[in-house]
């Protein structure tokens, strides 16, 4: 199976600063990403998917780039509520995995 | 607009089986695949399994021998049916819809397995 990870595991970050998650694939996934924000005690919200395309509604300060095996997210200038978890997602096939997460906090 | 809301025991015993449903609104639950996925206490998003509009399924293979995904159609619900459960399956419990990733959400539901 192919395996996600992401890095880092957590940062800490002030409001207006600009952050970039990565995340990995242990092999080649095109652009089958996507991107989820998960705040405390609520389901995981789509931000992202093929990689680069943003979901209706989320906020033009969020990115996503890359293909294959590589991809980040950026959020160009970090607002309040945007500090949570980020997880990303291969779904080009079966099993269809998370990575392990990046926790945003307050520095 | 679409929603989705999961339904079930809250606590379930050893070695008995989880059963949740996922009640489908604003949408037939014919026009879409469908997913479940749990997240332990305090831990990462683990996916359990698709069921396809085909009707077909897959599961995630650490799970496969225990867990069964169906489709009411007629009540727009699916199911999730988890067999001889232990304390590492206590978790929260999402249902999704999949579509370029997993795009809408239901609201989870905890369910402690517990004696």
């Known amino acids: 199976d192919i395996q996600m990870t992401q890095s880092p595991s957590s940062l800490s970050a002030s409001v207006g600063d600009r952050v970039t998650i990565t995340c990995r694939a242990s092999?080649?996934?095109?652009?089958?990403l996507a991107w989820y924000q998960q705040k405390p005690g609520k389901g995981p919200k789509l931000l992202i998917y093929?990689?680069?395309t943003l979901e209706s509604g989320v906020p033009s300060r969020f990115t996503g780039s890359g293909s294959g095996t590589d991809f980040t997210l950026t959020i160009s200038s970090l607002q309040p509520e945007d500090f949570a978890t980020y997880y990303c997602?291969?779904?080009?096939?079966?099993?269809?995995?998370f990575g392990p997460g990046t926790k945003v906090d307050f520095k | 607009q679409v929603q989705l809301q999961e339904s079930g025991p809250g606590l379930v015993k050893p070695s008995e089986t989880l059963s949740l449903t996922c009640t489908v609104s604003?949408?037939?639950?014919?026009?879409?695949?469908w997913t479940w996925v749990r997240q332990p206490p305090g831990k990462g998003v683990e996916w359990i399994g698709n069921?396809?509009?085909?009707?077909?399924?897959k599961y995630n293979t650490s799970l496969m021998s225990r867990v069964t995904i169906s489709v009411e159609t007629y009540r727009n619900q699916f199911s999730l049916n988890l067999r001889s459960v232990t304390a590492a399956d206590t978790a929260v419990y999402y249902c999704?819809?999949?579509?370029?990733?997993?795009?809408?959400w239901g609201q989870g539901t905890m369910v402690t397995v517990s004696s």
């Open positions: 093929a990689a680069s």
């Open positions: 604003g949408t037939s639950i014919s026009f879409y695949d």
């Open positions: 999704a819809r999949v579509v370029d990733g997993f795009d809408i």
């Open positions: 092999q080649g996934i095109t652009n089958y």
């Open positions: 069921i396809y509009n085909s009707g077909s399924t």
């Open positions: 997602q291969k779904y080009n096939s079966s099993p269809f995995t």
